[in-house]
């Protein structure tokens, strides 16, 4: 049975924290829903209604670009070992990028992994945990190390090239803002 919450507690601050992997979800007002996995330690809880992670350059952009347009945003969570559980926190992004007055607030929360694009936050308005019956179990190994070689070989310009050429508009054509 489904049961609403309005904060994160202990008791969901440390499921998080003890995840390796988590999934977002946003949608333009108009156009295709972007559901995307995401891994790497790159996931902090701020505190019981804020929530933010490291956003790496990817092959799109597509979460920044739907919180720019309408602000909605979803994270699940899934427990993949233990006991079952998948969590939804459910509220407003909001996109920090490196030349933000909150970037270097926010970035001292994570450990700096070449490729940063920005970072996401959430303004948590409520949480949603289910069961989770369902969900195999898998057993974790490690962290693959594809995506921050490929951005430390491209070095900063090569990335920042990739941004140009990839990550200025979602897959429908809505602005990133990625050098605003």
Request: charged letters at 25%.
């Amino acid at each position: 049975m489904p049961k609403f919450l309005e904060k994160i507690n202990d008791k969901i601050r440390k499921f998080i924290g003890e995840q390796k992997m988590f999934f977002t979800a946003s949608a333009p007002n108009d156009g295709r829903i972007n559901l995307s996995p995401k891994g790497i330690d790159t996931f902090r809880c701020l505190n019981e209604n804020t929530v933010c992670y490291l956003d790496l350059t990817g092959s799109g952009n597509e979460t920044a670009a739907h919180v720019l347009e309408n602000g909605r945003l979803t994270v699940m969570f899934c427990s993949f070992s233990g006991a079952p559980l998948i969590l939804r926190l459910y509220g407003k992004g909001e996109v920090v990028r490196q030349s933000s007055e909150k970037w270097n607030a926010l970035s001292a929360n994570f450990e700096p992994f070449f490729g940063t694009r920005q970072i996401i936050v959430l303004h948590v308005e409520s949480l949603q945990t289910s069961c989770g019956f369902g969900i195999p179990l898998y057993e974790y190994r490690e962290d693959r190390p594809t995506l921050i070689d490929w951005a430390k070989n491209k070095g900063d310009e090569g990335v920042n090239r990739y941004w140009q050429e990839n990550n200025q508009t979602s897959i429908d054509g809505l602005p990133t803002g990625i050098f605003d």
